[in-house]
C-alpha cells in the first residue's frame, strides 16, 4: 500500500469529503445531483424495467411456444408485444446505457467531479421513471399500447384505435424524451468542456467518444420522433389530419419521420456498447487498442452515416427505384465503420495476451453475436431480398443479434468489469463464466431459429400460426432458449446481488485498467478525485509516473485540489488547457418536483383536462423559478 | 485480500470458449441448409422473381459464412496465442496491425459490398420491380381489409376473397390496394411482398411457373387478426381460368329447394345483407367479403377454417371463436335457422 498520507493531505481529503457529501437516507437519495447516485439509480430502475420486458418477451415466447396456442388473446398478445418493444428500447437499452453506464463512468474517465448540469441530470433521471410508470399506467390500467413499437398509421389513429392505448404511447414517449435529450445535452457539455486538464481531444479514451456519439445522435434523432408523436396526438385528440389520406394526409409521412429517428436510434442503442467494449478489451488484452484513431472515427461516422438510412426499413411500400437504390448504397456505407471497429476488437485481442475473464468473455461473446447480426442486416440492403424477407421473424432474428448481442452482452459484460469499482467487491468469477455460457447458448438457441422460420415464410407479429408450414420445431426451440436466456440472467443478478454482501474486497484496480475511474477508490469518493488528474495519453492509468505525481500533488500546490467549495475545473474543447474553475450546484429538491409537475401535466393531456393541464404547466414554471432563483450552491 | 483476489484471478482455469462458438456457428449453418421446406418459403421458388431472390439470398449467405468463418478464426487464434503478443509469425509490428484492420474493415468490405450492391439492385432488382403495364396480360386488383383480401378483376364483375386464380406462365399486373389500414401482399414462392397503404397503388408482378396452389399472407402487422389473414394463389391452365372466370362475373345461383329458399330470406332479412354482398341480390354490404360464389372457395375468415358446412355452421353461430376480434357479430338465429343459412350459402357457386 501507498505510504500514510501527510497530515496536508488527509486534511484535504476530509474537507474535499465534507464539502461533497450528500445526506445519507431517502431524502439523500431524492435530492442528489451526484452522477454516481444518478448512475446507479438509472441502473437499477432500468432492470426493473429490463425486468418486465422479459416477462412480456417471454408471455410472447411462451404463447408461441405450439401452433394454435391459446395462452394470450390477439389483444394482450399485442400488448405485450408493443409493450416489450417501447420497454427494451425507451426503458431499458437507452436509460442503461447512457444514463447508468454514460453518467457513472463519463465524469470518472475524464476526471471531472460530476456532469455539467448535475440539477439537470437529477431531472432526467426522475423524468425517466415518472415516463417509465406513466406508459405502464396504461398496462395496469388494462389500456396497454398496442399498435406495435413503431404504431404504424392509419392503425394507430383514433379511428382504428380509439382506446387510450396509443395516448399512453404518443404521450410517454414525449415525455420519456425530454430525459434523454437532457442527459444527451448534459454528456456532451461534460466530454466538450469538464476533461482534466491534458486530455486533448486525441488523449480521450474510445468509450467517450462512444458517448460523445450517442448523445450528438440522441439530440438529432428525438426531433423528429417527438415531431410525428405531437403530429398523431394532434390527430388524436384534436381532430387534426396529418396522417389522414381521406383529408390530404399521408400515413407515409408518420413512417419517413418515425424511420428517420429510428434508425439513428439503432446506432444510439449500439454505440454505447461499442464503447463498453473498447473500454474491456485493452484491460484484458493488456495492450492498446488497435487503429486507435480509426476507431474513433468509425465511432462518430456511424452515429452520423445512421441519419442517411432509414428509407430501408421501407423499401415494400413502394418507393420509386431511384429512392430505394439510393437508401440500399447508404446502407452498404455504414458497414464499413462498424467493420473497422470489429477487426480493430478482434486484432487487439489477436495480439494482446488476453485474459478470458467474464468481462472480456461478454465482449468475444458480443463480437460474434454482432458478426452475425451485422451480416444479417448487410442483407437488407439488398432491396429484392428485403422486400422478400422485411416484417418476417428474420428481421426479428436480426435486430435480436444487434439489439440483445451487440448491445446487451456487452452492458452485462459492463456490469462485471465495474462491478468492483462500483462496489468495491469483486463478483464470483466461475459463476460469472456460467452464466455467460448460459446465457449465449440461450440466445443463440431463441434467435438463430428466427431467421429459418423467417425463410420459411414467417411473419412477425402475429399471436398465433398454423400447424403444417414447418415452424413448429424452431418455435419450441426459440421458446425453450428463452427461458435458458432468462435463466441465464437470473443468474448475472444473482450473482452481482450475493456478491455485493459476500464478494472479496477488490481493490481499486483489480484489472489493471487503462482508464482513470480505476485510480479512485472503490466506490469512488463522492468528489470522485482529491487531485484534479493529468492525463498525457488516452491510457491515463497505464501512465504511472502521471498517477503517482497526481498523489504527490494531493499535498502540493492548492490549485489542483479545489478544497475551497463545490468546484471542479473546466478546460478548453479541443486542447482541454485549464479554462476555470466551476461552481458545482449541491442537492436540490427542484427536479424531482419539476418531473412531478410534468407527470402530472402528461396525464392531465392524456384525460383530456386541458385546463387544468395550462395549470399544471404554469405550476411546473413556478418551479423552474424557484430552481433558478438561488445560486445553485445555496439551492 | 486484493492481492488473493488478483492471485485466482491468473489461476482459474477457462473452457476453450472459442471452440464452443466455433461449433455453433456450423451447427447453425447446418441448421440453414436443411431448411427450405413448407408451402409459404421464399426459399422454394416458383417464378422468375422468386427464384432470383432465392439466388441472391444464397449467395449472400455464402458470402457472409465466410466472413463470419474468418473472424471466428481470428477469434481462435486469439485465443490460442493468448499467451504471446502480436500475431503469430509476424510479431509485434504495429503497422501490420493498423494494415489488417483498414485490410479486413475497409479493402474487403468494399470490394464484397460493391458486388453485392450491383448484383442485388441493378441486376435482380430489374425483375422484382413493379412491372411495365405494358408487359403484363391482366390485372387483378387485391384490397386489404381487416382482416381478409378482397379480389377483383378489373374490367369484369367478378369478386372474391382470399382466393386469387391466376393464368399460369401469364405476366399479370397485381395492384395492391387497403380499404383500412396498411397490409402487405406477400405471396413468397412467386414475389416479394408489395404493403397496401391508404391512398396509394402499389403493384408487382404475379408470376406462376406451374400450376398449383401457393400460400401467401399479411406480412404488415394490423391489429387483431393479422395472424388470420392469409390467402392462396390458384394458378390453373389458361381456360380452366377463364371459365372460372366466367362463372365469377355471373350473379348469384338462384337457390334450389325450400330450405335454401328460406336461408335466402334469412340472410335477407337480418344483418347478413347489410354486410355481405351476393351479387344479384338486395344484399350488398361491403364490410364483409362478397358472398356470390362462396361455394368456389376452399376456406372461410382468410384461410382460418376449412370451407366446409359444418364449419361454417359453427362459424356463423359463434363467429368470434375461431378468428376473435372479426367483425362479424353473433346473430342469435337458431341452429334450424343457421342450418338452412348454410344450405342456401353452400348453394352459391
Redesign the interface.
Known amino acids: 500500500m501507498a505510504t500514510m498520507p501527510a497530515p496536508l493531505a488527509r486534511q484535504r481529503t476530509e474537507r474535499l469529503q465534507r464539502i461533497w457529501e450528500e445526506p445519507k437516507g431517502l431524502v439523500g437519495w431524492l435530492t442528489t445531483v451526484d452522477h454516481k447516485r444518478i448512475g446507479l439509480m438509472f441502473l437499477f430502475t432500468s432492470l426493473a424495467f429490463f425486468a418486465a420486458g422479459g416477462v412480456e418477451a417471454l408471455l410472447i415466447r411462451t404463447q408461441l411456444i405450439r401452433p394454435d396456442n391459446g395462452l394470450l ?3 394482450a398478445f ?1 400488448e405485450a408485444m408493443t409493450m416489450h418493444g417501447v420497454t427494451m428500447i425507451f426503458l431499458v437499452v437507452v436509460p442503461m446505457s447512457i444514463g447508468a453506464f454514460g453518467n457513472y463512468l463519463l465524469p470518472l474517465m475524464i476526471g471531472a467531479r460530476d456532469l455539467a448540469f448535475p440539477r439537470m441530470n437529477a431531472l432526467s433521471f426522475w423524468i425517466y421513471v415518472a415516463s417509465g410508470l406513466f406508459v405502464y399506467t396504461g398496462l395496469a390500467i388494462g389500456s396497454a399500447p398496442d ?2 413499437w413503431f404504431d ?4 394507430g389513429s383514433k379511428q ?1 384505435s380509439p382506446g387510450p392505448n396509443v395516448d399512453f404511447y404518443t404521450l410517454g414517449l414525449i415525455f420519456n424524451g425530454i430525459s434523454s435529450t437532457a442527459t444527451a445535452v448534459n454528456l456532451i457539455v461534460t466530454t466538450f468542456k469538464l476533461r482534466a486538464p491534458g486530455m486533448s481531444l486525441n488523449r480521450m479514451p474510445l468509450f467517450c467518444y462512444a458517448m460523445l456519439a450517442t448523445s450528438f445522435a440522441l439530440v438529432f434523432a428525438l426531433p423528429p420522433l417527438n415531431t410525428a408523436l405531437i403530429f398523431l396526438e394532434l390527430d388524436r385528440a384534436l381532430g387534426f389530419h396529418f396522417f389522414d ?1 381521406t383529408k390530404g394526409g ?3 409521412l408518420w413512417q419517413h419521420l418515425f424511420w428517420i429517428f429510428g434508425h439513428p436510434e439503432v446506432y444510439i442503442i449500439i454505440l454505447p456498447a461499442f464503447g463498453i467494449a473498447t473500454a474491456i478489451i485493452p484491460t484484458f488484452a493488456r ?1 492498446k487498442m ?2 486507435f484513431p ?1 476507431v474513433a472515427l468509425a465511432e462518430i461516422l456511424v452515429a452520423f452515416i445512421g441519419f442517411g438510412v432509414w428509407a430501408h426499413h421501407m423499401f ?3 418507393l420509386d ?1 431511384i429512392t ?2 439510393y437508401f ?2 447508404a446502407s ?1 456505407i455504414i ?2 465503420p462498424s ?6 476488437w ?2 487487439t ?9 467474464t468481462p472480456l ?1 461478454w465482449i ?2 458480443f ?2 453475436l454482432f ?2 447480426g451485422g ?2 442486416g ?2 437488407f ?5 428485403d ?6 421473424y428474420y428481421v426479428v432474428a436480426h435486430f435480436h443479434y444487434v439489439i440483445f448481442g451487440a448491445a446487451v452482452f456487452p452492458l452485462l459484460g459492463g456490469m462485471f468489469y465495474w462491478f468492483p469499482k462500483v462496489t468495491g467487491r ?1 463478483y464470483h ?2 459463476a460469472g ?1 456460467a452464466s455467460f ?1 448460459l446465457s449465449f ?1 440461450g440466445m ?1 438457441l431463441t434467435f ?2 428466427m ?2 422460420v423467417g ?12 400447424h ?4 413448429d420445431g424452431y418455435n419450441l426451440v426459440e421458446t425453450i432458449g428463452s427461458y435458458l436466456l432468462a435463466a441465464g440472467l437470473l443468474m448475472v443478478v444473482t450473482n452481482l446481488a450475493v456478491s455485493l454482501f459476500r464478494g ?4 481499486n484496480d ?1 484489472f489493471g485498467g487503462d482508464t482513470l475511474e480505476w485510480s479512485t477508490t472503490s466506490p469512488p469518493p463522492s468528489y470522485n478525485f482529491a487531485v484534479i488528474p493529468r492525463v498525457t495519453s488516452p491510457y491515463a492509468m497505464w501512465d504511472r509516473e502521471d498517477r503517482q505525481a497526481d498523489q504527490r500533488d494531493l499535498a502540493g500546490p492548492a490549485e489542483r485540489v479545489l478544497d475551497e467549495g463545490h468546484e471542479t475545473p473546466a478546460s478548453s474543447v479541443l486542447d482541454a488547457d485549464w479554462d476555470e474553475i466551476l461552481e458545482m450546484p449541491a442537492k436540490s429538491w427542484s427536479p424531482i418536483l419539476l418531473a412531478a409537475a410534468l407527470a402530472a401535466g402528461f396525464t392531465m393531456l392524456l384525460t383530456r383536462h386541458y385546463v387544468i393541464a395550462a395549470v399544471v404547466a404554469l405550476l411546473a414554471l413556478v418551479v423552474l423559478g424557484g430552481w433558478h432563483w438561488k445560486e445553485p450552491q445555496e439551492a | ?2 492481492r ?3 492471485r ?3 489461476q ?1 482455469r ?2 476453450s ?2 471452440i ?2 466455433a461449433l ?2 456450423a451447427a ?1 449453418a447446418v ?2 441448409a436443411v ?9 422454394k421458388p416458383e417464378s422468375d ?2 427464384r ?2 432465392a439466388k ?2 444464397w449467395w ?2 455464402g458470402i ?1 459464412g465466410v ?2 468463418g474468418g ?2 478464426v ?2 481462435l ?3 490460442l ?7 503469430p509469425f509476424i510479431g ?1 509490428r ?1 503497422n501490420v ?2 494494415g ?3 485490410v ?3 479493402v474487403i ?2 470490394v464484397v ?1 460493391i458486388g ?2 450491383a ?3 441493378l441486376v ?2 430489374d ?3 413493379a412491372p411495365k403495364a405494358s408487359s403484363t396480360e391482366l390485372t387483378v386488383e387485391v384490397t386489404g381489409n ?1 382482416w381478409f383480401w378482397e379480389v377483383r378483376y378489373p374490367g369484369t364483375k367478378a369478386v372474391t376473397a382470399n382466393e386469387i386464380h391466376i393464368p399460369v406462365r401469364t405476366r399479370v399486373n397485381l395492384v395492391g390496394k387497403t380499404d ?3 397490409h ?1 401482399i ?1 405471396i ?1 414462392q412467386l414475389n ?4 397496401t ?4 397503388r ?1 403493384r408487382i408482378l404475379l408470376y406462376a411457373d406451374k400450376p398449383g396452389r401457393y ?1 401467401g ?11 388470420h389473414m392469409s390467402m392462396y394463389v390458384f394458378a390453373d391452365p389458361p381456360e380452366r381460368f377463364r371459365a372460372w372466370l366466367r362463372n365469377m362475373e355471373r350473379p348469384e345461383a338462384p337457390p334450389a329447394g325450400p330450405s335454401a329458399r328460406g336461408g335466402k330470406r334469412i340472410f335477407m332479412a337480418n344483418q347478413c345483407a347489410s354486410c355481405h354482398t351476393i351479387r344479384g341480390t338486395a344484399a350488398r354490404g361491403d364490410i364483409g367479403p362478397d358472398l356470390t360464389h362462396l361455394r368456389d372457395r376452399t376456406t372461410l375468415a382468410g ?1 382460418t377454417i376449412p370451407n366446409r358446412g359444418d364449419y361454417l355452421l359453427r362459424w356463423i353461430r359463434d363467429p368470434q371463436h375461431f378468428k ?2 372479426n367483425k362479424m357479430p353473433a346473430l342469435g338465429l337458431s341452429d334450424a335457422q343457421i342450418q338452412k343459412l348454410v344450405t342456401y350459402l353452400e348453394g352459391l357457386r
Not at chain 1, 485481442?349 to 475473464?357: L, Q
Not at chain 1, 422486400?387 to 418476417?392: F, M, N, P
Not at chain 2, 496465442?81 to 500475431?87: D, F, H, I, P
Open positions: 388473446s390477439p389483444g399485442n399498435a406495435g404504424y398509421l392509419p392503425l382504428y389520406v399521408d400515413p407515409l495492450r488497435v487503429a480509426l415494400a411500400v413502394g427505384t430505394t437504390i440500399a448504397a452498404l458497414v464499413i467493420g473497422i471497429q470489429l477487426f480493430a478482434i486484432t485481442i489477436v495480439t494482446g495476451r488476453p485474459r478470458f475473464k468473455l468475444v461473446g463480437i460474434v458478426l452475425l451480416l444479417s448487410v442483407t440492403a439488398a432491396i429484392p431480398f422486400q422478400q424477407l422485411t416484417d418476417t469483486m468469477e466461475r463464466q455460457w447458448v443463440n438463430f431459429p431467421h429459418i425463410l420459411l415464410g414467417m411473419p412477425r407479429r402475429q399471436y398465433t400460426y398454423p403444417g408450414l414447418g415452424w472479496v474486497p477488490a481493490g483489480p | 485480500m486484493a488473493s483476489t488478483l485466482r484471478f491468473r482459474d477457462l473452457p470458449p472459442l464452443r462458438v455453433w456457428g447453425a441448421a440453414l431448411a427450405g421446406c413448407g408451402e409459404q418459403s421464399p426459399l422473381p422468386a432470383d431472390i441472391l439470398t449472400m449467405f457472409a466472413v463470419f473472424a471466428v481470428m477469434l487464434i486469439g485465443w496465442t493468448r499467451r504471446e503478443e502480436g500475431l509485434k504495429s496491425e493498423t489488417a484492420v483498414v479486413f474493415g475497409i468490405p468494399v459490398l453485392v450492391f448484383f442485388a439492385n435482380v432488382l425483375d422484382t420491380d381487416q383500412d389500414v396498411i402487405s406477400w413468397p416479394r411482398k408489395i404493403d397503404v391508404p391512398g396509394h402499389n400460400r399472407q399479411c406480412a404488415e402487422f394490423c391489429g387483431l387478426q393479422h395472424a384461410l376473435p376480434g
